[in-house]
């Protein structure tokens, strides 16, 4: 969902804009902050599982790959089969697998096993307003709800929301996520980055600067993102002809710097006046290091022109559904070859279900066309949740798929449950009956976040009872 675009001042030179970008780091990040809330240790979700060990998932009863050499189908699925994570990647995967000495064994059997689900677009501070503006649009939902919420934001504050709403996604399935952030002070970065890497979920903090400010940008990159081992950056911008310079100043930050460049475009009819997609073209940025989300009006030749430079796309179907905004030509996309990954976006989604997410993706493609035959179906919609949305970001070679040595970010599902039960097709019930308390087990590079249902060593009451009170100590303020 699109953030409200502040005026910017006029746009500096290149040579000024960029003079920050060879400055030296300063003092690593540490996490524990005085007189800010610590961070929980993102090593605790690995005590139970300590001192670096193997891992051995043995004999799930479904394995989703999504590496066809591995399995049959476009899933690479096997079946009966075992999974070996060591030293944080995927060691193997397969029937009767030896377990390694010192390894610890998880049994899975009876359970499904697939990648970790991949967030391409999200906004985590946007906890603070769940459930509100629900009869607005996407401009009532700026005036209504997000800017005067993000006025009165406190690093406390930050990092009480900030961690509910990452601790929701890891819980529902998520390992690897985007948030598009346009929170300006640096102790509200700070704030945010320390409780985002206390989760020990792998994220992208795609900074949207208040103006286009280089020394900023590398400040927060090096300074706060860099020395998380999961963590990475991108440069955000809102593609607009009235911000013109602005985004072609984002565009050379975020190639000095070697990250995406990141952009909302086109999620409302409206927004065809900003010429966003002509924007992007016109300052050089269409190719494979822009992301743009929604991009739900579209024209034909716009979609064309991303699937010629490679651009890749997210996808926020519940967003777009509950703002009123329209429903991404997603079979279009598909149809020249756009690389898209699912985007949960933030406070309109309310919640952090992937599952909901994916059935969402493929229920209003259907409603639209009137065919249950259309673009995507259940293994595409897996495949965007996944390998899809690694793609989108870039980092389809360490994340995405369980092929062996990529990174060990995935999830074990437990079928034997009420609204899962009984076994007709578990590849569609993932998507049409799945919901977050099916997720047993949540693995991010070989480390257990979540075990037997629950998240390891997080107090979840106490982070419910921040998060309200920091909510309330806002709303005072107003």
């Known amino acids: 969902m699109q953030q409200s675009t502040p005026t910017p001042p006029p746009a500096p030179h290149r040579r000024a804009l960029l003079a920050g970008l060879g400055l030296a780091a300063a003092t690593p990040l540490l996490l524990g902050v005085r007189d800010r809330p610590a961070a929980p ?7 139970n599982l300590a001192g670096g060990r193997p891992v051995l998932l043995r004999g799930a009863s479904l394995v989703l790959t999504m590496d066809p050499a591995l399995g049959s189908g476009p899933l690479g699925t096997v079946e009966n089969a075992d999974v070996l ?47 509100g503006c629900t009869d607005r649009d996407l401009f009532g939902w700026f005036s ?28 529902s399935g998520v390992t690897t996520l985007v948030d598009w952030v346009d929170i300006f002070s640096y102790d509200l970065v700070e704030s945010y980055v320390r ?27 090096r300074e706060l993102v860099d020395p998380v081992p999961l963590g990475s950056f991108q440069v955000a911008t809102h593609a607009a002809r009235a911000v013109q310079d602005h985004n072609r100043a984002h565009w050379e930050a975020a190639q000095e710097l070697g990250v995406m460049l990141n952009s909302h475009v086109l999620e409302r009819p409206e927004q065809r006046a900003d010429d966003p997609m002509g924007v992007l073209a016109d300052i050089g940025a269409l190719g494979p290091k822009l992301l743009v989300n929604h991009a739900v009006h579209l024209t034909d030749a716009e979609i064309a022109a991303a699937a010629e430079h490679d651009v890749r796309a997210a996808h926020c179907p519940l967003s777009n559904m509950r703002l009123a905004s329209g429903v991404m030509r997603l079979g279009e996309f598909a149809r020249r070859g756009v690389k898209v990954g699912l985007g ?41 949740a996944t390998l899809g949305g690694a793609e989108a970001l870039g980092i389809a070679d360490r ?19 009420l609204n899962f039960a009984p076994r007709f097709d578990w590849v569609g019930q993932l998507v049409f009956n799945g919901r977050p308390e099916n997720i047993e087990a949540v693995f991010v590079d070989g480390r257990a976040l979540k075990l037997g249902g629950r998240l390891v060593d997080v107090d979840t009451a106490r982070v419910v009872r921040e998060a309200e009170a920091a909510a309330v100590r806002l709303r005072a303020t107003a």
Do not use: E
């Open 41 to 47: 240790d993102p090593a605790a979700g690995q005590r």
């Open 85 to 131: 994570l060591r030293d944080g990647t995927v060691a193997a995967v397969g029937a009767g697998l030896p377990r390694p000495p010192g390894a610890s064994v998880v049994d899975v059997s009876g359970k499904l096993v697939l990648p970790g689900f991949v967030d391409a677009h999200t906004h985590l501070w946007q906890a603070v307003i769940r459930g």
């Open 144 to 171: 209504g709800c997000t800017d005067p919420q993000r006025a009165r934001l406190t690093p406390s504050a930050v990092h009480s929301f900030v961690r509910l709403a990452a601790l929701d996604a890891v819980q």
């Open 195 to 221: 409780a985002l890497a206390g989760t020990g979920v792998r994220f992208t903090y795609a900074m949207f600067p208040p103006k286009p400010d280089a020394v900023l940008l590398t400040k927060v990159k």
């Open 344 to 384: 949960l976006d933030g406070g309109t989604n309310d919640s952090s279900d992937f599952h909901a997410l994916m059935k969402t993706a493929i229920g209003l493609q259907r409603a639209r066309a009137a065919d249950a035959g259309v673009f995507p179906q259940v293994p595409d919609v897996l495949r965007m």
């Open 399 to 417: 994340v995405g798929s369980l092929t062996p040595g990529k990174r060990a970010d995935l999830l074990v599902v437990d079928p034997a449950a």
